[in-house]
């Protein structure tokens, strides 16, 4: 009873097209989850997410989710992820990875989630990581670890989607850094993050990480940019 008088003043709303959401419907909207843009990287080892490392990194897997398109579901929800506060957009797709993805056997070869780091100003100012809320969702379903405290983000920056590849390697070169031990030697990270565009960002993060002996890296981020 509560419930419906609360939804009915506060109606839950799409994440992906921000209308208002069926009594049956979670998250997304049933046609919103029929036409997200799907990459199907996992079938696809050599996929576009994988070439774009090809002689920067040596990585052992790397995809996409989804496709972002400017303008498009995808892009809504990283905005409602990232900005508005919607952090059950994360959990979702995170569940949804994992299931469909389950099989794929580079996933099973992990041993840990890393997400890409916030600086502790920019955590501050947003409250929360955008990309948590994915990751721990599958390290739930694919019952690996999760660790947020390994690899770090030394210097603060405003958004780099305005900046050249140049300008965003140099920008990243010394910007991330890893605090590790012993029992983190030899071990197979997947690094997490939202969206991804040239990839200077995760390089930089995979360097970091690959400063710990015996590491290995694999790459997932929900979406990557189809422009």
Request: proline share 3%; hydrophobic share 40%; net charge positive.
């Amino acid at each position: 009873m509560f419930l419906s008088i609360l939804n009915l003043f506060f109606p839950k709303t799409c994440g992906g097209c921000n209308h208002i959401l069926s009594s049956n419907e979670t998250i997304l909207c049933t046609l919103c989850r029929h036409t997200l843009p799907l990459t199907n990287h996992h079938l696809n080892p050599k996929n576009a997410v994988f070439n774009t490392f090809y002689g920067r990194i040596d990585v052992q897997f790397a995809a996409a989710f989804l496709y972002f398109r400017k303008k498009g579901i995808v892009q809504e929800m990283v905005h409602n992820l990232k900005y508005r506060g919607q952090q059950e957009i994360g959990q979702c797709l995170g569940n949804w990875v994992a299931e469909d993805w389950i099989a794929t056997k580079e996933l099973t070869a992990v041993d840990c989630i890393i997400p890409v780091p916030l600086h502790p100003r920019k955590f501050r100012e947003r409250g929360y990581n955008q990309v948590s809320s994915f990751g721990l969702a599958l390290s739930a379903k694919l019952n690996l670890e999760y660790n947020a405290a390994l690899l770090i983000r030394n210097t603060y920056s405003k958004t780099q989607s305005k900046k050249d590849f140049s300008d965003r390697i140099q920008g990243n070169e010394t910007t991330f850094d890893v605090i590790f031990s012993e029992k983190d030697h030899n071990k197979h990270y997947l690094l997490i993050d939202d969206v991804i565009t040239t990839g200077a960002t995760l390089e930089a993060c995979s360097r970091a990480l690959l400063k710990i002996p015996g590491t290995q890296i694999s790459i997932l981020c929900m979406a990557m940019s189809d422009y």
